[in-house]
C-alpha cells in the first residue's frame, strides 16, 4: 500500500476552510468508488484484464462495501464538523497544533485525515451539549476497535495522534478541567521511548494553543508508566545514596527519556535529584 501524495490536505486549508476542504476530499472518495463499481460490473480484474474467479468477485464485493462504509463515516464527520461549533473549534486548534510542531511538512497524507474525521463520531457521540439525534448517536462505534494498518513509516502514529489531540481539545471546549483522555499503550520498552518524545512535541504545541483560548484547566501533561527496571517506583535509603552521588550526566545516562524540549527545540532537559523531596 502506497498513499498518493498528490492527494494530500493541507493544514491550512483545514484551519481556513474545514467543510470545504473535507467535502473536495469525499467527492474524491465518491469517484473512486464509482470506478470500483463500473470495474465490478465487467467482471474483470482491473489490474490485468483477466476474468475475476468467484473467489476474486466476492472479495472485489467486499472491498467495495467496505469502501462504502469508509465514506460514510468520513461524510458523518464532515457533517459533525459543517453543524457543531464545539466539534469545528477542537478540529481547527488540532489541526493549527500539527502545523505549529510539523518539521519539513505541511499536510496530512490522505488516509491520516480520513481516518481522523472517520472517528470524530465516536468521540463525541455521547456528549449531551451537541443534542445529536438518535439515528447519528447509533452510527456511532464505541463498541467497536478501529485497528489502523500501514508499513512502517506511513504516518499511524501522527493519525492516531491526530484523533488524541481532537479529542484533548474536545474535552475541554466540553467543559472537563483535567483528567485522562487518552492511554497509549505499546509492547516494547525501545518504541515507548521513541514515541513519547513525539508525544510530547505534539502535546506541547496543543498545550500553547490551550492557554490562548481555553484559559480554564489544568494544563495538557504526560504520564509514563513503566516497570521498575526503567525507573524507580520508589527510592529508599540505598538508592538515596546513589542518586545522590551521581553527576547530572550520569543521571540522564540512567533516566532521562525526553532528549529535547518539546517548547523550544534545545537538548535542554536534564534529570536532576530532589534530597529534600527524595523525587
Same mark, same amino acid.
Given at each position: 500500500?502506497? $498513499?498518493?501524495?498528490?492527494?494530500?490536505?493541507?493544514?491550512?486549508?483545514?484551519?481556513?476552510?474545514?467543510?470545504?476542504?473535507?467535502? &473536495?476530499?469525499?467527492?474524491?472518495?465518491?469517484?473512486?468508488?464509482?470506478?470500483?463499481?463500473?470495474? *465490478?460490473?465487467?467482471?474483470?480484474?482491473? @489490474?490485468?484484464?483477466?476474468?475475476?474467479?468467484?473467489?476474486?468477485?466476492?472479495?472485489?464485493?467486499?472491498?467495495?462495501?467496505?469502501?462504502?462504509?469508509?465514506?460514510?463515516?468520513? &461524510?458523518?464527520?464532515?457533517?459533525?464538523?459543517?453543524?457543531?461549533?464545539?466539534?469545528?473549534?477542537?478540529? #481547527?486548534?488540532?489541526?493549527?497544533?500539527?502545523?505549529?510542531?510539523?518539521?519539513?511538512?505541511?499536510?496530512?497524507?490522505?488516509?491520516?485525515?480520513?481516518?481522523?474525521?472517520?472517528?470524530?463520531?465516536?468521540?463525541?457521540?455521547?456528549?449531551?451539549?451537541?443534542?445529536?439525534?438518535?439515528? $447519528?448517536?447509533? &452510527?456511532?462505534?464505541?463498541?467497536?476497535?478501529?485497528?489502523?494498518?500501514?508499513?512502517?513509516?506511513?504516518?499511524?502514529?501522527?493519525?492516531?495522534?491526530?484523533?488524541?489531540?481532537?479529542?484533548?481539545?474536545?474535552?475541554?471546549?466540553?467543559?472537563?478541567?483535567?483528567?485522562?483522555?487518552?492511554?497509549?499503550?505499546?509492547?516494547?520498552?525501545?518504541?515507548?521511548?521513541?514515541?513519547?518524545?513525539?508525544? @510530547?512535541?505534539?502535546?506541547?504545541?496543543?498545550?500553547?494553543?490551550?492557554?490562548?483560548?481555553?484559559?480554564?484547566?489544568?494544563? *495538557?501533561?504526560?504520564?509514563?508508566?513503566?516497570?521498575?527496571?526503567? $525507573?524507580?517506583?520508589?527510592? &529508599?535509603?540505598?538508592?538515596?545514596?546513589?542518586?545522590?552521588?551521581?553527576?547530572?550526566?550520569?543521571?540522564?545516562?540512567?533516566?532521562?527519556?525526553?532528549?529535547? #524540549?518539546?517548547? #523550544?527545540?534545545?537538548?535542554?532537559?536534564?534529570?536532576?535529584?530532589?534530597?529534600?523531596?527524595?523525587?
Amino acid at each position: 500500500l502506497k $498513499t498518493r501524495d498528490d492527494l494530500a490536505v493541507r493544514f491550512d486549508e483545514l484551519i481556513v476552510s474545514p467543510v470545504e476542504t473535507l467535502n &473536495k476530499v469525499y467527492d474524491n472518495m465518491l469517484r473512486e468508488l464509482s470506478n470500483w463499481e463500473s470495474d *465490478f460490473a465487467t467482471g474483470k480484474n482491473p @489490474s490485468n484484464g483477466e476474468e475475476l474467479t468467484e473467489l476474486g468477485k466476492t472479495q472485489f464485493g467486499k472491498e467495495i462495501d467496505g469502501f462504502r462504509t469508509e465514506i460514510k463515516r468520513f &461524510k458523518t464527520g464532515i457533517n459533525l464538523i459543517e453543524k457543531h461549533n464545539m466539534v469545528r473549534q477542537s478540529f #481547527c486548534y488540532m489541526n493549527q497544533a500539527f502545523k505549529n510542531s510539523a518539521k519539513g511538512y505541511s499536510t496530512w497524507r490522505l488516509f491520516q485525515i480520513v481516518f481522523i474525521v472517520s472517528l470524530i463520531l465516536d468521540v463525541v457521540a455521547h456528549e449531551h451539549d451537541l443534542m445529536l439525534d438518535d439515528d $447519528t448517536i447509533e &452510527k456511532a462505534k464505541t463498541d467497536d476497535i478501529d485497528i489502523l494498518y500501514f508499513p512502517t513509516g506511513g504516518g499511524k502514529t501522527e493519525a492516531f495522534l491526530g484523533i488524541m489531540i481532537f479529542n484533548l481539545f474536545f474535552d475541554r471546549i466540553r467543559g472537563k478541567e483535567c483528567g485522562v483522555t487518552a492511554m497509549l499503550k505499546y509492547p516494547l520498552r525501545l518504541l515507548s521511548v521513541q514515541q513519547v518524545q513525539r508525544v @510530547s512535541n505534539i502535546l506541547s504545541s496543543a498545550e500553547l494553543i490551550r492557554r490562548t483560548h481555553i484559559a480554564e484547566g489544568e494544563e *495538557f501533561s504526560l504520564g509514563y508508566f513503566v516497570g521498575d527496571h526503567n $525507573t524507580p517506583n520508589s527510592i &529508599k535509603k540505598e538508592k538515596k545514596q546513589a542518586l545522590s552521588e551521581m553527576s547530572m550526566d550520569e543521571l540522564d545516562e540512567k533516566y532521562k527519556l525526553v532528549d529535547v #524540549c518539546p517548547y #523550544c527545540g534545545q537538548r535542554s532537559v536534564h534529570i536532576v535529584y530532589d534530597a529534600d523531596k527524595n523525587s
